[in-house]
């Protein structure tokens, strides 16, 4: 992938910041050289090049970079939104150039983010999920309307360094966010269940990761590699009597499929709440 030449400055130096920087490094898109964290946490400083607790410091180093163009990445918690764009937008006001802020936290409208910058920086929301630890993670893109698309190639070369992605229109992005941004959590949840079914079986609780933690991976490793669709790949496991039926009978049974929907709607609808929470 392309190196981004431009700064990038991030607000938040958590985990899932440093996943992104360090998933971009291995991917030869971000140089370290180039990349800035305000982070007020002196004990998260070591995992960065350029960390600083001062708002005035970042942006001086910015400057010094001597660039045409920068980027600044929103991740701290949504809560936190005003809290962390107070100090910057008067800083960024004073750049030679109107930045690219991206912004990755949960239920935050795009309207949000231009009003907490005082409308002083292009904005891209994105999505991630926490795969893009390791690198495969799956990412939304949702830009404003002043969003070039340049901005948008930059958005989606960044985080397709850590996953996959998708641009998607603003409206769907709690859709996403129920199904892609909680959907590990379904997954762990999944596999917690056969690990205690594990143990009341008689395994040990090293047997019992074990055995899950390589049949989640082998599965979905499956799914990703296979063109079928996932109903498809069930019914090859699935003999007629046989011991998978009765599970899979007895969790239809249990209405567990339709659990599963009415959960993803409810996160959906959770995030349209936060959204509309100032």
């Not at 910041?17 to 291995?26: E, F, L, M, R």
């Not at 296979?226 to 019914?235: N, V």
Request: hydrophobic share 45%.
């Amino acid at each position: 992938m392309q190196t981004i030449i431009h700064p990038i400055l991030f607000i938040g130096g958590g985990n899932m910041a440093h996943a992104i920087i360090s998933g971009a490094q291995k991917a030869g898109v971000l140089d370290p050289k180039r990349v800035g964290i305000i982070e007020p946490s002196l004990d998260r400083h070591p995992l960065f090049k350029n960390a600083f607790t001062d708002t005035s410091d970042a942006i001086h180093w910015l400057r010094l970079l001597d660039a045409e163009d920068a980027t600044i990445i929103l991740a701290v918690k949504p809560q936190m939104l005003d809290a962390a764009c107070t100090p910057i937008r008067e800083q960024i006001a004073q750049l030679p150039f109107k930045p690219l802020a991206i912004s990755i936290l949960a239920g935050t409208r795009i309207e949000q983010i231009e009003h907490a910058l005082d409308h002083k920086a292009r904005v891209i929301r994105v999505m991630p999920n926490t795969p893009a630890q390791i690198r495969r993670g799956m990412s939304a893109i949702s830009p404003s309307d002043e969003a070039s698309e340049a901005d948008i190639q930059l958005a989606d070369r960044l985080f397709s360094s850590v996953g996959q992605t998708v641009i998607i229109s603003e409206d769907l992005m709690n859709a996403f966010t129920a199904i892609a941004g909680s959907g590990p959590a379904y997954v762990f949840y999944l596999a917690e269940a056969m690990i205690e079914a594990a143990l009341q079986l008689g395994f040990d609780k090293q047997q019992a990761q074990t055995i899950v933690r390589q049949t989640v991976f082998g599965s979905a490793k499956l799914l990703s590699k296979s063109p079928e669709m996932p109903r498809q790949l069930r019914e090859q496991v699935t003999s007629k009597n046989g011991t998978t039926e009765a599970a899979t009978n007895t969790l239809d049974q249990s209405g567990v499929t339709d659990a599963f929907i009415r959960a993803i709607h409810a996160a959906r609808h959770r995030g349209a709440e936060l959204g509309k929470s100032d």
